[in-house]
């Protein structure tokens, strides 16, 4: 494990924070945010942030990151509290949209979509946190797949929680000819991990340039993150929108600002 950054390099990291709760039971964010510092990601997704009963004061810590630009997915909202994940970035967040995975009788699920402007060009960044059962994740690995052929041109990452227990499960046959690039770290449970439910995945060879997990993680969460290096491609700096038809079906948005991070894109975003 190395925090030392490739030469030429953008840093992601993905992270199941587990609510902040760690294997002592203590709700904790500062560890979090110490050790999300350490690795000065430049793009950061965290899944499973929680402030029901706690308030949104409770996530302070994360304000204190200093990455500048925020869009959220609360799939869960509650008069004491909300649920959900969350993307990062040291660029602007341009043209946020959110895309209900969610299926019948499960838990809810969105994910968030965003091109960044880096400065070594744009990136279409897709930030998930898929569902538990099978059938589940293969109808939302299908919505994501379509997601990324439909920004072909333009250099695509996927992360987050996948839920996908195994290698070549449904999410990855799913994703393996439009990203076929990806991350193969085991990162639950954090104690000893065996499953490799985190991943990243990229959509052109020689993206990936490296990946790693940190163990000091385990005194956190019950996952390990995921940091990786990806290097952009050449043609990345051709200025490309997402696609018009390209719409959360669902009309959300749960842009918001409470973090301390503001909307990009202001007009959309709750008052």
Known sequence: MSVVRLPGTLRLMTWNIH?????????DLDRIAVLVALHAP?????????????????????RGL???HFAEARTIAVPDG?????????????EVRLHDLSVRRREPRLAIEAVLRTERGPLHLVAVHL???IVERRRQAIKLAAMARRVAAMPTVMLGDFNDWFSFGEVSRALRRVLPERTDLRTFPARRPTL????????RPGMLAGAFTDPQARRASDHLPIIAD??????????EPLPSPHV?????????REMGGASDDPQRADP
């Open 19 to 27: 609510g902040g709760i760690g294997p002592d039971r203590r709700f």
């Open 230 to 239: 990806i290097r952009l491609p050449a043609t990345a700096s051709v200025q």
């Open 196 to 203: 490799r439910l985190d991943r990243v995945y990229c959509s």
């Open 42 to 62: 430049d793009i950061l997704a965290l899944q499973e942030i929680d402030t029901r009963g706690r308030g949104v004061d409770c996530l302070a810590p994360l």
């Open 66 to 68: 200093s990455i500048d």
């Open 131 to 133: 569902g538990l059962a």
């Open 248 to 256: 959360d079906p669902g009309g959300r948005d749960t842009t918001r």
């Open 82 to 94: 909300h649920y959900g994940h969350a993307l990062f970035s040291r660029w602007p967040t341009e």
